[in-house]
T-cell receptor
Framework: NAGVTQTPKFQVLKTGQSMTLQCAQD?????MSWYRQDPGMGLRLIHY???????DQGEVPNGYNVSRSTTEDFPLRLLSAAPSQTSVYFC??????????FGDGTRLSIL | KNEVEQSPQNLTAQEGEFITINCSYS?????LHWLQQHPGGGIVSLFM?????KKHGRLIATINIQEKHSSLHITASHPRDSAVYIC??????????WGAGTKLIIKP
């Protein structure tokens, strides 16, 4: 039981590049979410999903896409990276109403 | 004004001291979470509570729904408790609203 696995752990991109942050969980959780954490700020919700085939926007969705084709996977796509997207990204999963389990985070730098 | 406010923002204490971190919120909630973020970045859920009090080891979390306030206490603090402690509330839309965190440093 690996929990929530995020890859990669670190990534450096140039402005305008695209990439996908991967998130996988093996706990059969229906609820998954992506957050970004910036210095001095709380975690901010980017997108979330309440089950396979269902996604919705969070607080800061612009510049990001998600999909949930399976219960296990919830990838986050940066369409055209911008320096403002430099952040630490966390994926989390849970059963509804239960505490979230977090991945170890992805540190992303956009030059 | 943020919907979830934590205090203090930073706290430095000596080993053995009793620690209190506060969280106030302004929205209706179904649950409140306390989480711990280690210096390496990993986030761990400590408590989820909707009423009363919960205890796990040296950690105690309380919530007062009427006053919209929660506290996290650490008894007999230890340097390994040094971390950022985050309060988050789940609102009526099932969304988590996060506090900015309290950075705790326990000196030996």
């Amino acid at each position: 039981n690996a929990g929530v696995t995020q890859t990669p752990k670190f990534q450096v991109l140039k402005t305008g590049q695209s990439m996908t942050l991967q998130c996988a969980q093996d706990m059969n959780h229906e609820y998954m979410s992506w957050y970004r954490q910036d210095p001095g700020m709380g975690l901010r919700l980017i997108h979330y999903s309440v089950g396979a085939g269902i996604t919705d926007q969070g607080e800061v969705p612009n510049g990001y896409n998600v999909s949930r084709s399976t219960t296990e996977d919830f990838p986050l796509r940066l369409l055209s990276a911008a320096p403002s997207q430099t952040s630490v990204y966390f994926c989390a999963s849970s059963y509804r109403g239960q505490p979230q389990h977090f991945g170890d985070g992805t540190r992303l730098s956009i030059l | 004004k943020n919907e979830v406010e934590q205090s203090p923002q930073n706290l430095t204490a000596q080993e053995g001291e009793f620690i209190t971190i506060n969280c106030s919120y302004s929205v209706g909630i179904s649950a409140l979470h306390w989480l711990q973020q280690h210096p390496g970045g990993g986030i761990v859920s400590l408590f989820m509570l909707s009423s009363g009090k919960k205890k796990h080891g040296r950690l105690i979390a309380t919530i007062n729904i009427q006053e919209k306030h929660s506290s996290l206490h650490i008894t007999a603090s230890h340097p390994r408790d040094s971390a950022v402690y985050i309060c988050a509330v789940r609102d009526s839309n099932y969304q988590l609203i996060w506090g900015a965190g309290t950075k705790l440093i326990i000196k030996p």
